[in-house]
C-alpha cells in the first residue's frame, strides 16, 4: 500500500488550505483512511479521521474550520482546513487504516506565518 499526499506548504493566518491524499496498492474494502499531525518532539495525533462506522472524528482544534471528505476516485481523501492558525503548523500525515495495520504517507509540511 502506497500513499501520496499533496497540498501542503506556506500560507498566512486565516487562510484556507486543502491537503489530498491518495492511496494505492492492495486495499480492502472496509480500509478508512485519515489525517494526523506530529509535531518535533510530540505524539502524532489524529487531526480528522473516518471511523469504522463510517462517521468522522475531529481534533478539538480543528472542529469547525476543517471538514474531510472522500475524493471522487477510489481511496483518495481531501482535508480542507479553513482559518489557519501558526499552532497549525507541523506535518501533516495520511494514513490508511486496514484488518488491524495501518499504513503512512511520507507527510507533507504545514507553515502557517502569522
Known amino acids: 500500500v502506497q500513499l501520496v499526499e499533496s497540498g501542503g506548504g506556506f500560507v498566512q493566518a486565516g487562510g484556507p488550505l486543502r491537503l489530498s491524499c491518495s492511496a494505492s496498492?492492495?486495499?480492502?474494502?472496509?480500509?478508512?483512511m485519515g489525517w494526523y499531525r506530529q509535531a518535533p518532539g510530540k505524539m502524532r495525533e489524529l487531526v480528522a479521521g473516518?471511523?469504522?462506522?463510517?462517521?468522522?472524528n475531529y481534533l478539538d482544534h480543528v472542529k469547525g474550520r476543517s471538514t474531510l471528505s472522500r475524493g471522487d476516485a477510489k481511496n483518495t481523501l481531501s482535508l480542507q482546513m479553513n482559518s489557519l492558525k501558526p499552532k497549525d503548523t507541523t506535518a501533516y500525515y495520511c494514513?490508511?487504516?486496514?484488518?488491524?495495520?495501518?499504513?503512512w504517507g511520507q507527510g507533507t509540511q504545514v507553515t502557517v506565518s502569522s
Open positions: 496498492g492492495s486495499i480492502y474494502r472496509d480500509a478508512y
Open positions: 494514513a490508511l487504516i486496514m484488518r488491524g495495520g495501518i499504513y
Open positions: 473516518f471511523r469504522s462506522d463510517g462517521n468522522i
